[in-house]
């Protein structure tokens, strides 16, 4: 079974910068949809950026142009390069591989001064 594990994640201040990496079990990342998803609390799950097996990316309005989704299938990684950070993107940050329906245990992002 392929498990990924989510990494990156820390205190920021408003307009600085995390990178986050979801590094995969099993080569899983170049034949699937990878997606980055958040969860603030009280808030429901929502996506924030996917890239397709052929390396089309899509982002939610609210991250455009300040995130960027990337993957190395050499090492069977996605990474979330976040820029100019703001307190609403303060959630629970979870990968998840669409092809076998699974999801990382997420990592905490807090944005704040």
């Known amino acids: 079974q392929v498990q990924l594990v989510e990494s990156g994640g820390g205190l920021v201040q408003p307009g600085g910068s995390l990178r986050l990496s979801c590094a995969a079990s099993?080569?899983?990342?170049?034949?699937?949809?990878m997606g980055w998803y958040r969860q603030a609390p009280g808030k429901q799950r929502e996506l924030v950026a996917i890239?397709?097996?052929?390396?089309?990316?899509n982002y939610a309005d609210s991250v455009k142009g300040r995130f960027t989704i990337s993957r190395d299938n050499a090492k069977n990684t996605v990474y979330l390069q976040m820029n100019s950070l703001k307190p609403d993107d303060t959630a629970v940050y979870y990968c998840?591989?669409?092809?076998?329906?699974?999801w990382g245990q997420g990592t905490l992002v807090t944005v704040s001064s």
């Open positions: 998840h591989a669409d092809r076998i329906d699974a």
């Open positions: 099993g080569s899983i990342v170049s034949i699937t949809t």
């Open positions: 890239i397709t097996r052929g390396g089309s990316t």
